[in-house]
């Protein structure tokens, strides 16, 4: 208050007299703060997005000529144009709504589970620990782990089949069962994150709404669905969100379980993409990208509409 | 609490609940347990067709070790741990610093849409990345060089690591901030004395985050790397998988081993980890 500037000794008397840089520090400060985070996302995230979707425009094997300069070649809409003439790519895309929709199936039996553990028994709390455990595990070791089961000579899917006195299927190796193979492995870890996302849910839910609920006779499915459920929307949002980049994300198990095939019948947007642009017969840097960028415009819809709810949020508060 | 606690049921559904939970479990777990079997059988066992059977003996040590004389696990593992580290260490301080502008400066009107600009850009699929930052790579001489990697990474999981630590900041008393500078403290001062100590289980939340991203990352190690001695672990799982053509009691304890790092941060640091995965939802 006035107090400060009757004592000459004061630090608000000494800041103004410091100059330019002092006077404006509160305007200066955030971006001083904000600098490293921002170049270094803009050169490695930010950038990038727009060089791709410029990439895509090119035809580039990745390399340079003799001289220094690009070996890209202008080809402007082509790639999109071929894109759709491509089986390769509507394969993909059918593959990736398949994960999306398939995908969702990790939100309910995740809360499934968290509501079965959500007890206070002894030792429920190594319960909840372990059943997180698929979560913490890398994709690569899921899959592998996957892979040795559906092996229809050496795999449990064998034997349970071989119990019955039927021939096991090759899951991995027939074209019409290796994506619900991948998207079943891929669910494990997701459930497992759903669950926990709900676990916490449960935890904040008001107990005084739950005895209240129990006073009007509310039980069962009919608590569950309008008493918890509504209280845990902010969990089942998270689970959503996390649940669909996950599905659109999926790269490691198909690039460990089956490399897309048999004959590309499990190629996703994500490992087509990859394969194409770092191709064994060659890159093909544009190609690849226009590829990419039909993912990110897919993830976008996903991305503005997260988006619009946080800025909603912030707005409210 | 929801559903109804078991205490109040019949003795007999108690009982019930308390065996239904272990087998639920093992069901659960049945892939893992599996693999750890395979891990310690000899390798008889697998070429005679005991795979999931009680194994006719015990190799524990045998196979583990195996792992690391008959291939380069031990290679990896450390290259993991060099890409990790730093790039835990690079995103949270940069976090920390961004956060903080996003956080407390109310009149600045760009904290908003820059806030989006992180959180949107930790959601894009990696490919749209991927030519670019390979070509960045090659023409900075950091292609198939741990530095790359980390580099990428750091970069990367800043945005996740802001978003996480703006909204913890944003959450703090702001009246800490502003009597601090009536006082006359400097920005800096106020940012290291007085915001930092208090963003502590922020950043042990991200700490334990990163480490377990990172470390379980497939698609950069196999973008950016090539070099068998610089492989990261899971890239390293793969190859290994090739070397170790259906000699599958190595193969899963290479896999074991390339999950124990994460699966122990998880163990120690189980309330910071799940604090971060729910974006710091919890209460308690």
Request: charged share 10%; glycine share 6%.
């Amino acid at each position: 208050m006035s107090d400060a500037t009757t004592h000459p000794g004061s630090t608000v008397v000494k800041a103004s007299s410091y100059g330019w840089f002092h006077r404006n520090r509160i305007k200066l400060a955030p971006w001083l703060f904000l600098a490293p985070a921002l170049i270094f996302f803009a050169i490695y995230v930010v950038i990038p997005i727009f060089q791709s979707i410029w990439i895509s425009f090119y035809e580039w094997n990745g390399l340079d000529n003799a001289d220094g300069s690009s070996s890209a070649v202008w080809v402007g809409l082509r790639h999109y144009f071929d894109l759709l003439d491509d089986d390769r790519f509507y394969t993909s895309l059918k593959n990736n709504v398949l994960w999306l929709v398939l995908f969702m199936l990790a939100v309910p039996i995740g809360l499934g589970i968290a509501l079965f553990l959500n007890q206070t028994v002894t030792g429920i709390r190594i319960y909840k620990s372990l059943f997180f455990f698929p979560f913490v595990i890398s994709q690569v070791v899921v899959g592998l782990i996957f892979s040795w089961f559906y092996n229809p000579n050496f795999g449990i899917v064998g034997q349970v089949w071989e119990f019955f006195g039927a021939v096991p299927p090759a899951i991995l190796a027939d074209e019409d069962l290796v994506t619900y193979g991948i998207i079943f492995a891929g669910l494990w870890p997701q459930i497992a994150y759903c669950m926990i996302l709900y676990l916490t849910g449960l935890n904040n839910v008001a107990p005084d709404q739950i005895e209240a609920g129990r006073l009007d006779g509310a039980k069962g499915w009919k608590m569950l669905w309008y008493v918890v459920l509504p209280q845990l929307w902010p969990a089942t949002f998270l689970a959503i969100v996390v649940t669909v980049i996950g599905a659109l994300r999926s790269f490691d198990m198909i690039a460990i379980m089956t490399q897309g095939g048999p004959y590309g019948s499990s190629n996703v947007l994500s490992y087509y993409m990859y394969e194409t642009a770092l191709s064994e017969y060659g890159y093909r840097y544009g190609y690849g990208s226009a590829i990419a960028v039909v993912l990110f415009a897919i993830m976008m819809i996903f991305i503005s509409f997260f988006l619009w709810k946080m800025w909603r949020d912030e707005r409210g508060s | 609490m929801f559903p109804a606690p078991i205490e109040r049921s019949s003795p007999s559904a108690q009982i019930a609940y308390k065996v239904a939970l272990p087998i639920a479990l093992v069901i659960w777990l049945l892939p893992l347990l599996a693999i750890f079997m395979t891990s310690i059988r000899p390798a008889m066992d697998i070429n005679s067709g005991n795979v999931f059977g009680w194994p006719s003996s015990f190799q524990l040590l045998e196979n583990y070790s195996a792992v690391f004389t008959q291939s380069r696990a031990g290679t990896y593992m450390l290259n993991s741990v060099l890409v990790t580290v730093p790039t835990m260490i690079v995103s949270v301080a940069l976090a920390c610093l961004a956060g903080y502008a996003l956080a407390i400066y109310r009149d600045f009107k760009w904290a908003l849409p820059l806030f989006f600009l992180f959180v949107a850009g930790n959601f894009v699929p990696f490919q749209i990345l991927m030519v670019p930052v390979r070509d960045l790579s090659v023409r900075t001489d950091t292609y198939d060089t741990i530095l790359g990697l980390v580099l990428f990474h750091s970069a990367f999981q800043t945005g996740f690591c802001t978003l996480f630590m703006r909204n913890f900041i944003k959450a703090l008393p702001y009246e800490l901030v502003e009597s601090a500078r009536i006082e006359g403290v400097g920005e800096f001062k106020i940012f290291w004395y007085l915001v930092l100590p208090l963003v502590r289980p922020a950043i042990a939340a991200l700490a334990v985050l990163v480490f377990t991203f990172i470390w379980n990352d497939f698609f950069w190690a196999t973008v950016l790397i090539q070099g068998d001695d610089r492989l990261p672990i899971t890239a390293g799982v793969r190859a290994l998988n090739g070397q170790f053509v259906s000699q599958w009691q190595l193969v899963s304890a290479a896999s074991l081993l390339a999950a124990m790092p994460p699966v122990l941060m998880f163990f120690l640091m189980q309330k910071h980890f799940i604090a971060g995965l729910t974006l710091g939802a919890t209460k308690g």
